[in-house]
Nanobody
């Protein structure tokens, strides 16, 4: 089984920068697309940023120009650099990874994995 563990959540002042980290562990043969999503009570989970294995990135409209996603395949990690934070950025940030794992048979399969999340609170 593959596990994703996030770190870096906390209380941050509006206008400041902060960085989140996520590391995959377990039986990881290959990490494909990875990303960050966030959610607040009463709202749907929304895309923050994704990055493919070829390092093509996409961002949600609300964070474009402020956040930067990156990955370190040698350490099975993905990062989210958050700049110019706003109160609306508050939420539970969850790490996502599509990973190649062992199938039920003798072959391989890709599986979506989600971390437990880390809470980011932006105060004004």
């Amino acid at each position: 089984q593959v596990q994703l563990v996030e770190s870096g959540g906390g209380l941050v002042q509006a206008g400041n920068s902060h960085r989140l980290s996520c590391t995959a562990s377990g039986m990881v043969f290959r990490l494909n697309t990875m990303g960050w999503y966030r959610q607040v009570p009463g709202k749907d989970r929304e895309l923050v940023a994704t990055i493919t294995e070829s390092r093509m990135s996409q961002y949600g409209d609300s964070v474009k120009g402020r956040f930067i996603i990156s990955r370190d395949d040698a350490n099975n990690s993905v990062y989210l650099q958050m700049n110019d934070l706003k109160p609306d950025d508050t939420g539970n940030y969850t790490c996502y990874a599509n990973a190649l794992g062992l199938g039920s048979g003798a072959g391989f399969r890709t599986v979506d994995h989600w971390g437990k999340g880390t809470l980011v609170t932006v105060s004004s």
